[in-house]
């Protein structure tokens, strides 16, 4: 039996994990992806079954804080006795630091089909500037 290197930059069943495009669909599934475009930072955190009011985010130092906590309790009662009680409760913590300059108070938040999108717009200084270039006089 002959020994054979494996090279993972090779393998064609990894080239989709190597590839930018679909990283973040493949990294999105976990709960919380942080990815920042040319004018802002975003933040997606997964918080199923969650109500927009049970969400508070909070961005301070650097930091992007997504709590979210649900509550639900069912009650079966017969005749003044209860004879069936359930109660569930759903609590998710997400944090990551910021990687650029932002201006938080231009911040917005929402909850979409259980997905919490936090979208901060960068601050000036952090945008991409082109700068002009010259040719050197003589």
């Known amino acids: 039996m002959a020994i054979v290197k494996f ?3 090779t393998a064609a069943w990894l080239k989709p994990f190597f590839d930018e495009d679909n990283w973040l669909e493949i990294a999105g599934d976990k709960g919380l992806t942080a990815y920042e475009t040319e004018d802002e ?3 997606k955190a997964n918080v199923p079954g969650v109500l927009p009011e049970e969400v508070e985010v ?3 130092g650097g930091v992007v804080t997504i709590k979210a906590e649900h509550k639900e309790s069912k009650e079966e009662k017969k005749k003044k006795r209860i004879v069936y009680r359930e109660g569930q409760v759903a609590r998710y913590l997400y944090t990551t630091s910021i990687p650029c300059p932002v201006s938080v108070q231009k911040a917005t938040a929402e909850v979409e089909n259980g ?4 979208r901060i717009p960068k601050a000036p200084e952090a945008k991409p500037k082109k700068i002009a270039v010259k040719a050197k006089k003589k």
């Open 7 to 9: 090279d993972p930059w």
């Open 41 to 43: 930072f975003v933040v």
């Open 58 to 60: 909070t961005v301070e």
């Open 115 to 118: 997905v919490v999108t936090v």
